[in-house]
Protein backbone atom coordinates (compact mmCIF):
# COMPACT_ATOMS: atom_id res chain seq x y z
CA UNK A 1 0.00 0.00 0.00
CA UNK A 2 1.27 3.67 -0.63
CA UNK A 3 0.53 6.68 0.80
CA UNK A 4 1.18 10.48 0.13
CA UNK A 5 3.93 12.40 0.66
CA UNK A 6 2.36 14.30 3.48
CA UNK A 7 0.92 11.29 4.91
CA UNK A 8 4.39 9.46 5.23
CA UNK A 9 6.09 12.83 6.39
CA UNK A 10 3.46 12.65 9.62
CA UNK A 11 4.33 9.11 9.98
CA UNK A 12 7.87 9.84 9.82
CA UNK A 13 8.51 12.54 12.07
CA UNK A 14 6.47 10.54 14.99
CA UNK A 15 9.81 8.73 15.10
CA UNK A 16 11.88 12.06 15.30
CA UNK A 17 12.41 12.40 11.71
CA UNK A 18 13.43 15.71 10.78
CA UNK A 19 10.62 17.27 7.81
CA UNK A 20 9.97 20.73 7.08
CA UNK A 21 6.51 22.00 8.05
CA UNK A 22 3.26 21.69 6.18
CA UNK A 23 0.16 21.01 5.65
CA UNK A 24 -2.58 18.83 3.09
CA UNK A 25 -5.07 21.01 1.20
CA UNK A 26 -8.03 19.75 -1.01
CA UNK A 27 -8.45 23.25 -1.76
CA UNK A 28 -7.32 26.72 -3.04
CA UNK A 29 -8.68 28.31 0.02
CA UNK A 30 -7.10 25.45 2.24
CA UNK A 31 -3.84 26.13 0.26
CA UNK A 32 -3.96 29.88 1.11
CA UNK A 33 -5.31 28.77 4.28
CA UNK A 34 -2.18 26.58 5.06
CA UNK A 35 0.48 29.34 3.79
CA UNK A 36 -0.13 31.89 5.45
CA UNK A 37 -0.47 29.80 8.67
CA UNK A 38 2.81 28.65 7.26
CA UNK A 39 4.17 31.92 7.40
CA UNK A 40 6.73 33.43 4.97
CA UNK A 41 8.66 34.33 2.64
CA UNK A 42 8.73 30.97 0.59
CA UNK A 43 6.25 28.05 0.23
CA UNK A 44 6.48 25.06 -2.11
CA UNK A 45 2.86 23.95 -3.48
CA UNK A 46 2.99 20.09 -3.85
CA UNK A 47 0.42 18.22 -5.97
CA UNK A 48 -0.08 14.92 -4.08
CA UNK A 49 -0.17 11.90 -6.63
CA UNK A 50 1.49 7.86 -6.39
CA UNK A 51 3.33 8.77 -8.56
CA UNK A 52 7.49 9.98 -8.46
CA UNK A 53 8.47 12.47 -11.17
CA UNK A 54 5.97 15.15 -10.08
CA UNK A 55 9.12 18.19 -10.35
CA UNK A 56 9.28 17.56 -13.98
CA UNK A 57 6.12 17.46 -14.64
CA UNK A 58 4.86 20.91 -13.11
CA UNK A 59 3.71 19.04 -10.26
CA UNK A 60 5.92 20.89 -7.90
CA UNK A 61 5.93 25.09 -7.30
CA UNK A 62 7.92 27.27 -5.68
CA UNK A 63 6.32 30.68 -5.03
CA UNK A 64 6.91 33.80 -3.01
CA UNK A 65 3.56 35.40 -2.22
CA UNK A 66 -0.10 34.21 -0.97
CA UNK A 67 -1.52 35.23 -4.23
CA UNK A 68 0.94 32.67 -6.38
CA UNK A 69 -0.02 30.02 -3.79
CA UNK A 70 -3.20 30.75 -4.72
CA UNK A 71 -2.70 30.16 -8.35
CA UNK A 72 -0.38 27.28 -8.42
CA UNK A 73 -3.04 25.88 -6.25
CA UNK A 74 -6.16 26.32 -8.10
CA UNK A 75 -4.26 25.27 -11.56
CA UNK A 76 -3.27 21.94 -10.01
CA UNK A 77 -6.42 21.03 -8.23
CA UNK A 78 -8.11 18.54 -11.00
CA UNK A 79 -5.45 18.81 -13.18
CA UNK A 80 -3.98 15.41 -14.75
CA UNK A 81 0.08 15.20 -14.38
CA UNK A 82 1.76 12.96 -16.52
CA UNK A 83 5.10 11.63 -15.34
CA UNK A 84 7.31 8.44 -16.28
CA UNK A 85 5.79 6.38 -13.59
CA UNK A 86 2.14 7.11 -13.95
CA UNK A 87 1.80 5.91 -18.03
CA UNK A 88 0.67 8.40 -20.67
CA UNK A 89 -2.97 8.66 -18.86
CA UNK A 90 -1.54 10.32 -16.25
CA UNK A 91 -3.06 11.27 -12.55
CA UNK A 92 -5.84 13.35 -11.65
CA UNK A 93 -4.19 15.77 -8.93
CA UNK A 94 -7.29 15.80 -5.62
CA UNK A 95 -4.91 16.93 -3.00
CA UNK A 96 -2.19 19.71 -2.68
CA UNK A 97 0.56 19.76 0.15
CA UNK A 98 1.53 23.27 1.29
CA UNK A 99 5.20 23.11 2.35
CA UNK A 100 7.58 25.74 4.02
CA UNK A 101 10.26 26.84 1.57
CA UNK A 102 14.00 25.56 2.68
CA UNK A 103 17.28 27.39 1.96
CA UNK A 104 19.40 24.16 0.01
CA UNK A 105 22.80 23.58 -0.10
CA UNK A 106 23.33 20.14 -1.09
CA UNK A 107 21.00 17.46 -2.23
CA UNK A 108 21.54 13.56 -1.10
CA UNK A 109 19.36 10.44 -1.91
CA UNK A 110 18.54 7.99 1.07
CA UNK A 111 16.41 4.99 1.03
CA UNK A 112 15.21 1.92 2.94
CA UNK A 113 14.20 -1.46 1.63
CA UNK A 114 14.38 -5.55 2.15
CA UNK A 115 17.13 -6.72 0.54
CA UNK A 116 15.81 -10.09 -0.34
CA UNK A 117 19.17 -11.72 -1.60
CA UNK A 118 20.44 -11.77 2.31
CA UNK A 119 17.16 -11.29 4.10
CA UNK A 120 18.38 -7.93 5.44
CA UNK A 121 17.48 -4.28 5.74
CA UNK A 122 19.35 -1.99 3.52
CA UNK A 123 20.27 1.36 3.33
CA UNK A 124 20.81 2.61 -0.14
CA UNK A 125 22.67 6.12 0.01
CA UNK A 126 24.15 8.58 -2.69
CA UNK A 127 25.62 12.14 -2.69
CA UNK A 128 23.03 12.21 -6.34
CA UNK A 129 19.85 12.98 -4.72
CA UNK A 130 16.99 15.17 -6.55
CA UNK A 131 15.06 14.49 -9.57
CA UNK A 132 17.25 12.56 -11.88
CA UNK A 133 18.54 9.89 -8.99
CA UNK A 134 17.69 7.02 -11.84
CA UNK A 135 20.12 8.46 -14.29
CA UNK A 136 22.58 8.42 -11.96
CA UNK A 137 21.76 4.62 -10.75
CA UNK A 138 22.08 3.83 -14.57
CA UNK A 139 24.95 6.11 -16.02
CA UNK A 140 27.07 5.99 -12.44
CA UNK A 141 26.00 3.43 -10.22
CA UNK A 142 29.83 3.80 -8.41
CA UNK A 143 27.91 7.03 -6.93
CA UNK A 144 25.50 4.52 -4.80
CA UNK A 145 26.52 3.25 -1.68
CA UNK A 146 25.16 -0.07 0.16
CA UNK A 147 24.90 -0.37 3.86
CA UNK A 148 23.21 -3.82 5.37
CA UNK A 149 22.01 -4.20 8.97
CA UNK A 150 23.09 -6.86 11.12
CA UNK A 151 19.70 -8.55 12.06
CA UNK A 152 21.23 -10.24 15.05
CA UNK A 153 23.02 -7.01 15.96
CA UNK A 154 20.01 -4.58 15.15
CA UNK A 155 21.10 -0.87 14.16
CA UNK A 156 24.59 0.64 15.52
CA UNK A 157 25.73 3.77 15.33
CA UNK A 158 28.66 2.62 13.09
CA UNK A 159 25.78 2.25 10.31
CA UNK A 160 24.71 5.97 10.63
CA UNK A 161 28.46 6.73 10.49
CA UNK A 162 29.23 4.45 7.75
CA UNK A 163 26.20 6.38 5.52
CA UNK A 164 27.54 9.81 6.63
CA UNK A 165 30.96 9.58 5.54
CA UNK A 166 28.94 8.18 2.31
CA UNK A 167 27.05 11.01 1.82
CA UNK A 168 30.53 13.12 2.68
CA UNK A 169 28.65 14.53 5.91
CA UNK A 170 31.13 16.81 8.34
CA UNK A 171 31.10 17.97 12.05
CA UNK A 172 27.30 17.89 13.45
CA UNK A 173 25.56 16.76 10.38
CA UNK A 174 27.61 13.19 10.98
CA UNK A 175 25.50 13.45 14.44
CA UNK A 176 22.47 13.84 12.65
CA UNK A 177 22.69 11.42 10.21
CA UNK A 178 23.07 8.68 12.88
CA UNK A 179 19.90 10.49 14.47
CA UNK A 180 18.27 10.14 11.03
CA UNK A 181 18.73 7.00 9.95
CA UNK A 182 17.83 5.64 13.62
CA UNK A 183 14.81 7.55 13.14
CA UNK A 184 14.16 5.87 9.78
CA UNK A 185 14.84 2.49 10.39
CA UNK A 186 12.45 2.18 13.63
CA UNK A 187 9.81 3.93 11.50
CA UNK A 188 10.10 1.29 8.99
CA UNK A 189 10.36 -1.66 11.21
CA UNK A 190 7.73 -0.51 13.23
CA UNK A 191 4.91 0.37 10.39
CA UNK A 192 5.92 -2.78 8.16
CA UNK A 193 7.23 -0.98 5.89
CA UNK A 194 8.70 -2.58 2.54
CA UNK A 195 10.14 0.47 0.87
CA UNK A 196 10.79 3.93 2.30
CA UNK A 197 12.90 7.01 -0.21
CA UNK A 198 13.85 10.07 1.08
CA UNK A 199 14.83 12.21 -2.50
CA UNK A 200 15.88 14.48 -2.09
CA UNK A 201 17.41 14.52 2.12
CA UNK A 202 18.70 17.72 1.74
CA UNK A 203 21.51 19.68 3.78
CA UNK A 204 20.28 23.31 4.16
CA UNK A 205 22.36 26.68 4.30
CA UNK A 206 22.23 26.80 8.29
CA UNK A 207 23.43 22.52 8.12
CA UNK A 208 20.81 20.65 9.14
CA UNK A 209 19.12 17.62 7.28
CA UNK A 210 15.95 17.41 6.11
CA UNK A 211 13.92 15.00 4.41
CA UNK A 212 12.45 17.25 1.48
CA UNK A 213 10.49 14.32 0.01
CA UNK A 214 9.45 11.44 1.57
CA UNK A 215 7.83 8.21 -0.20
CA UNK A 216 6.48 4.77 1.58
CA UNK A 217 5.36 1.66 0.75
CA UNK A 218 4.14 -0.47 3.27
CA UNK A 219 3.70 -4.48 3.04
CA UNK A 220 0.14 -5.47 2.42
CA UNK A 221 0.44 -8.84 5.14
CA UNK A 222 1.40 -6.64 7.74
CA UNK A 223 -1.41 -4.16 7.45
CA UNK A 224 -3.87 -5.81 9.76
CA UNK A 225 -1.44 -5.00 12.44
CA UNK A 226 -1.67 -1.17 11.55
CA UNK A 227 -5.60 0.07 11.39
CA UNK A 228 -4.26 4.28 11.69
CA UNK A 229 -2.08 3.14 8.20
CA UNK A 230 -4.84 1.57 6.69
CA UNK A 231 -7.30 4.53 7.71
CA UNK A 232 -4.39 5.90 4.96
CA UNK A 233 -5.49 4.83 1.59
CA UNK A 234 -6.52 6.74 -0.94
CA UNK A 235 -8.90 5.23 -2.59
CA UNK A 236 -8.67 7.44 -5.51
CA UNK A 237 -5.29 6.47 -6.79
CA UNK A 238 -5.81 2.83 -7.39
CA UNK A 239 -7.42 1.08 -10.05
CA UNK A 240 -11.45 0.33 -9.75
CA UNK A 241 -10.59 -3.52 -10.57
CA UNK A 242 -7.64 -3.82 -8.25
CA UNK A 243 -9.73 -2.27 -5.22
CA UNK A 244 -12.65 -4.61 -5.60
CA UNK A 245 -10.05 -7.82 -5.84
CA UNK A 246 -8.78 -6.19 -2.75
CA UNK A 247 -12.63 -6.64 -1.19
CA UNK A 248 -12.61 -10.34 -1.86
CA UNK A 249 -8.95 -10.96 -0.17
CA UNK A 250 -7.59 -11.41 -4.51
CA UNK A 251 -3.88 -10.78 -5.69
CA UNK A 252 -4.73 -8.56 -8.60
CA UNK A 253 -2.72 -6.42 -10.81
CA UNK A 254 -3.68 -4.68 -13.91
CA UNK A 255 -1.39 -5.09 -16.68
CA UNK A 256 -1.83 -3.29 -20.17
CA UNK A 257 -2.40 -6.38 -22.41
CA UNK A 258 -5.15 -8.16 -23.71
CA UNK A 259 -5.61 -11.78 -22.50
CA UNK A 260 -7.10 -12.00 -18.98
CA UNK A 261 -5.44 -14.77 -16.53
CA UNK A 262 -7.10 -16.57 -13.45
CA UNK A 263 -4.39 -18.76 -11.68
CA UNK A 264 -3.69 -19.99 -8.48
CA UNK A 265 -0.71 -19.65 -6.93
CA UNK A 266 1.54 -16.50 -7.31
CA UNK A 267 4.43 -18.87 -9.02
CA UNK A 268 2.09 -20.04 -11.90
CA UNK A 269 0.59 -16.70 -12.23
CA UNK A 270 3.44 -15.28 -13.11
CA UNK A 271 4.98 -18.44 -15.61
CA UNK A 272 1.17 -18.05 -16.81
CA UNK A 273 1.85 -14.38 -18.14
CA UNK A 274 5.51 -15.80 -18.86
CA UNK A 275 4.33 -18.26 -21.58
CA UNK A 276 1.74 -15.78 -22.79
CA UNK A 277 4.53 -13.44 -23.96
CA UNK A 278 6.18 -16.32 -25.08
CA UNK A 279 3.23 -16.85 -27.77
CA UNK A 280 3.37 -13.77 -29.27
CA UNK A 281 0.70 -12.28 -26.82
CA UNK A 282 0.59 -9.75 -23.53
CA UNK A 283 -1.29 -10.47 -20.53
CA UNK A 284 -3.93 -8.11 -19.22
CA UNK A 285 -3.57 -8.52 -15.75
CA UNK A 286 -1.67 -10.66 -12.73
CA UNK A 287 -4.59 -12.97 -10.65
CA UNK A 288 -3.81 -15.13 -7.98
CA UNK A 289 -7.34 -16.71 -6.47
CA UNK A 290 -5.42 -18.78 -3.57
CA UNK A 291 -5.13 -21.80 -2.55
CA UNK A 292 -8.36 -22.30 -1.10
CA UNK A 293 -10.81 -19.96 -3.04
CA UNK A 294 -14.56 -20.18 -2.45
CA UNK A 295 -16.70 -20.46 -5.56
CA UNK A 296 -17.74 -17.12 -4.74
CA UNK A 297 -14.26 -15.84 -4.49
CA UNK A 298 -13.68 -17.58 -7.86
CA UNK A 299 -17.00 -15.88 -8.89
CA UNK A 300 -15.64 -12.67 -8.25
CA UNK A 301 -12.09 -13.25 -9.72
CA UNK A 302 -13.92 -14.04 -13.18
CA UNK A 303 -15.84 -10.75 -13.41
CA UNK A 304 -13.18 -8.85 -12.98
CA UNK A 305 -11.54 -9.67 -15.50
CA UNK A 306 -14.24 -9.64 -17.72
CA UNK A 307 -15.01 -6.02 -16.37
CA UNK A 308 -11.90 -5.02 -18.45
CA UNK A 309 -12.89 -3.64 -21.65
CA UNK A 310 -9.30 -4.91 -22.97
CA UNK A 311 -9.63 -8.11 -22.21
CA UNK A 312 -10.40 -10.10 -26.19
CA UNK A 313 -9.74 -13.67 -24.14
CA UNK A 314 -9.36 -15.46 -20.66
CA UNK A 315 -7.19 -18.06 -19.82
CA UNK A 316 -7.80 -20.55 -16.94
CA UNK A 317 -4.88 -21.96 -15.29
CA UNK A 318 -5.30 -24.45 -12.19
CA UNK A 319 -3.27 -26.80 -10.81
CA UNK A 320 -5.46 -28.45 -7.38
CA UNK A 321 -3.29 -28.89 -4.70
CA UNK A 322 -5.45 -27.69 -2.13
CA UNK A 323 -7.58 -26.27 -4.34
CA UNK A 324 -10.12 -27.84 -6.07
CA UNK A 325 -10.80 -27.80 -9.58
CA UNK A 326 -14.75 -28.73 -9.45
CA UNK A 327 -15.21 -25.51 -7.24
CA UNK A 328 -12.98 -23.20 -9.99
CA UNK A 329 -15.39 -24.82 -13.05
CA UNK A 330 -18.61 -23.96 -10.70
CA UNK A 331 -17.32 -20.20 -10.31
CA UNK A 332 -16.46 -20.00 -13.76
CA UNK A 333 -19.42 -21.56 -14.75
CA UNK A 334 -21.05 -18.80 -12.60
CA UNK A 335 -19.70 -16.21 -13.81
CA UNK A 336 -19.87 -16.01 -17.16
CA UNK A 337 -24.08 -17.33 -17.04
CA UNK A 338 -24.18 -14.12 -15.03
CA UNK A 339 -22.57 -11.60 -17.57
CA UNK A 340 -22.65 -12.87 -20.80
CA UNK A 341 -19.33 -14.07 -22.20
CA UNK A 342 -18.29 -12.78 -25.81
CA UNK A 343 -14.84 -13.85 -26.21
CA UNK A 344 -12.72 -16.61 -26.15
CA UNK A 345 -12.36 -18.88 -22.97
CA UNK A 346 -9.49 -21.31 -22.69
CA UNK A 347 -9.61 -23.36 -19.56
CA UNK A 348 -6.80 -25.85 -18.00
CA UNK A 349 -7.10 -28.32 -15.20
CA UNK A 350 -5.08 -30.57 -13.59
CA UNK A 351 -5.16 -31.88 -9.68
CA UNK A 352 -7.55 -32.36 -7.15
CA UNK A 353 -11.10 -33.44 -8.95
CA UNK A 354 -9.92 -32.75 -12.52
CA UNK A 355 -12.28 -34.89 -13.59
CA UNK A 356 -15.57 -33.51 -12.07
CA UNK A 357 -14.39 -29.87 -13.09
CA UNK A 358 -14.04 -30.67 -16.75
CA UNK A 359 -17.33 -32.74 -16.60
CA UNK A 360 -18.73 -29.32 -15.11
CA UNK A 361 -17.09 -27.20 -18.18
CA UNK A 362 -18.71 -29.67 -20.76
CA UNK A 363 -22.50 -29.91 -19.25
CA UNK A 364 -22.47 -26.28 -19.04
CA UNK A 365 -22.41 -25.74 -22.51
CA UNK A 366 -20.43 -22.20 -22.65
CA UNK A 367 -18.06 -22.24 -25.57
CA UNK A 368 -14.98 -23.65 -22.88
CA UNK A 369 -12.02 -24.28 -24.98
CA UNK A 370 -10.31 -26.83 -23.21
CA UNK A 371 -6.31 -27.35 -23.01
CA UNK A 372 -4.08 -30.28 -21.95
CA UNK A 373 -1.30 -28.52 -20.44
CA UNK A 374 0.40 -24.82 -19.98
CA UNK A 375 1.67 -24.69 -23.56
CA UNK A 376 -1.14 -25.79 -25.09
CA UNK A 377 -3.71 -23.56 -23.12
CA UNK A 378 -1.16 -20.45 -24.03
CA UNK A 379 -1.07 -21.24 -28.06
CA UNK A 380 -5.36 -21.71 -28.22
CA UNK A 381 -5.55 -18.74 -26.46
CA UNK A 382 -3.54 -16.57 -28.27
CA UNK A 383 -4.75 -18.21 -31.61
CA UNK A 384 -7.69 -17.80 -30.96
CA UNK A 385 -7.38 -13.90 -29.69
CA UNK A 386 -6.12 -12.98 -32.94
CA UNK A 387 -8.53 -15.56 -34.67
CA UNK A 388 -11.88 -13.20 -33.20
Known sequence: MNIHEYQAKAVLGAFGVPVPRGYPAMSAAEAVAAAEKLGGPVWVVKAQIHAGGRGKAGGVKVVKTIDEVKKEATRLLGSTLVTHQTGPH????????????SAIARELYLSVLVDRANGRIAFIASTEGGMDIEAVAHATPEKIATFHVDPAAGMSGYVGRNIAAALKLKGDQVKQCIALVG??????????????????LVV????????????????????Y???????????????PMEIEASRHDLSYVKLDGNIGCMVNGAGLAMATMDIIKLYGAEPANFLDVGGGASKEKVTA??????????????LV???????RCDIIAEGVVAAVRELGIKVPLVVRLEGTNVELGKKILAESKLAVIPANDLADAAAKITQAVKAA
Open 204 to 223: TKEGALLCLDAKINFDGNGL
Open 183 to 200: GLYQAFLAKDMSLLEINP
Open 225 to 239: RHPDIVELRDLTEED
Open 301 to 314: ACKIILNDPNVKGI
Open 317 to 323: NIFGGIM
Open 90 to 101: GKEVHRLYIEEG
